[in-house]
């Protein structure tokens, strides 16, 4: 079965209403997001998730009677690549909305670049910094302190008293996570007996897992991306970290790579979603259709991208007759209560453009994901 085929039957996608300007313009929608490389695994179900969407979209006259075109690029998670494709598609491709980078350090360095060629930019960076590059600058993700809460939550009325903490430290937004669940855990009387840093490119953590093990720690807290965080938490177990210490982790403990790379090791860790299959008709109807066009449940990140592409049809929609880059700039940032398959289902971009969902904590349970 095509994409084009599939049903509309995902409650988002009635946020398709019909406001149609008086005269079609066309628009392009440069995506420029890690297909290959560290951050695939955001990247990949990122686009999927974007492509059922348009799909879905220009089936519902949902673009508002604009032709609209959709232009991919992977920036092999490369910040300098990020720069120079995104430099390309504003100047040299006219795109009218940038939808991308991933990472917080690929956004940090293209945030100031497309807000200079004022050409709105939709990343998925978790830190807020990035939108200090200015007022063309959106983000998918809330902040670490309201998705995190409900992980910091839950770990605390697990009752610890202590926890070793591991980020990536060449990386602001898993800096800022760590700094978040750190601030919780000792606000609550947890303490910490350890925090390491570790790079993005490291393998061997049998130093780090030595000294989380002999820190004797109640609880195991990593932020890195998935496949790394499983390892870490694999060598630890192999060194002697008790069975029963609380493991939790950021959203990439919800992928489906996490699962894969950790095993059993990682059965019960904890991580905040922002994405529940069954959570509303919506979200089952959206799991349901992203299932038959891949053949595999949808995570976190396919939901992103797809309430990703349903925010710029929604943009452009309400963007007017003239749909200009500043036009859209104003229509993302008016966004308020949109109909979304995540969080508590429906989307709204504060005064200083930080998005606004809700979001539960989740837990790695018999191979998938199943509430604490």
Same mark, same amino acid.
Not at 59 to 72: E, L, P, Q
Not at 78 to 87: C, F, G, N
Not at 294 to 317: C, E, F, H, K, S
């Given at each position: 079965m095509t994409m084009r085929k599939l049903k509309l039957s995902?409650?988002?996608?009635?946020?398709?209403?019909?406001?149609?300007?008086v005269l079609a313009d066309d628009v392009k929608v440069g995506v420029v997001v890690s297909t290959t490389q560290t951050y695939a695994f955001v990247g990949v179900p990122l686009v999927n998730?974007?492509?059922?969407?348009?799909?879905?979209?220009?089936?519902?006259?949902?673009?508002?009677?604009?032709?609209?075109?959709?232009?991919?690029?992977?920036?092999?998670?490369?910040?300098?690549?990020?720069?120079?494709?995104?430099?390309?598609?504003?100047?040299?491709?006219?795109?009218?909305?940038?939808?991308?980078?991933?990472?917080?350090?690929?956004a940090m360095a293209t945030g100031p670049?497309?807000?200079?060629?004022?050409?709105?930019?939709?990343?998925?960076?978790?830190?807020?910094a990035v939108l200090e590059a200015g007022p063309y600058i959106f983000k998918s993700t809330e902040t670490a302190d309201a998705y995190l809460a409900p992980v910091a939550e839950q770990v605390i009325s697990m009752g610890p008293k202590s926890?070793?903490?591991?980020?990536?430290?060449?990386?602001?937004?898993?800096?800022?996570?760590?700094?978040?669940?750190?601030?919780?855990?000792?606000?609550?009387?947890?303490?910490?007996?350890?925090?390491?840093?570790?790079?993005a490119a490291d393998t061997d953590f049998t130093a780090l897992s030595t000294k989380i093990v002999s820190a004797e720690p109640d609880c195991l807290f990593v932020t890195a991306p998935p496949e790394q965080a499983a390892n870490i938490i694999i060598q630890a177990k192999?060194?002697?970290?008790?069975?029963? &210490? @609380?493991?939790?982790?950021?959203?990439? #403990?919800? +992928?489906?790579?996490?699962?894969? %790379?950790?095993?059993?090791?990682?059965?019960? &860790? @904890?991580?905040?979603?922002?994405?529940? #299959?069954? +959570?509303?008709?919506?979200?089952? %109807?959206?799991?349901?259709?992203?299932?038959k066009?891949?053949?595999?449940?949808?995570?976190?990140?396919?939901?992103?991208?797809?309430?990703?592409?349903?925010?710029?049809?929604?943009?452009?929609?309400n963007a007017g007759s003239d749909v200009t880059r500043d036009s859209l700039r104003d229509a993302m940032a008016a966004t308020k209560d949109m109909p979304i398959v995540m969080g508590q289902g429906k989307l709204t971009f504060d005064e200083n453009r930080i998005p606004h969902m809700g979001g539960i904590a989740m837990m790695i349970k018999d191979g998938g994901w199943a509430k604490p």
């Open positions: 995902c409650l988002a996608a009635t946020a398709i209403a019909l406001a149609t300007p998730g974007m492509k059922l969407a348009a799909d879905e979209i220009s089936a519902g006259n949902g673009w508002g009677g604009n032709k609209v075109d959709i232009v991919y690029q992977d920036n092999r998670s490369d910040k300098q690549e990020a720069i120079a494709l995104i430099t390309r598609m504003a100047e040299s491709e006219n795109a009218d909305i940038i939808i991308g980078p991933i990472a917080t350090s690929e670049v497309a807000n200079s060629l004022k050409i709105p930019m939709f990343t998925t960076a978790t830190s807020p926890c070793f903490v591991v980020t990536i430290r060449d990386n602001e937004g898993y800096v800022r996570q760590r700094d978040v669940f750190r601030a919780s855990l000792e606000k609550a009387g947890v303490n910490i007996v350890g925090d390491e840093g570790i790079l192999q060194a002697g970290l008790e069975p029963d &210490t @609380i493991l939790a982790g950021d959203s990439g #403990a919800g +992928s489906q790579k996490f699962i894969d %790379a950790g095993g059993s090791a990682i059965e019960g &860790t @904890i991580f905040p979603a922002s994405f529940v #299959a069954d +959570s509303s008709e919506s979200a089952a %109807a959206f799991a349901a259709n992203y299932q066009a891949y053949g595999n449940a949808p995570d976190l990140w396919a939901a992103t991208g797809y309430t990703m592409m349903q925010t710029v049809a929604n943009a452009i929609r």
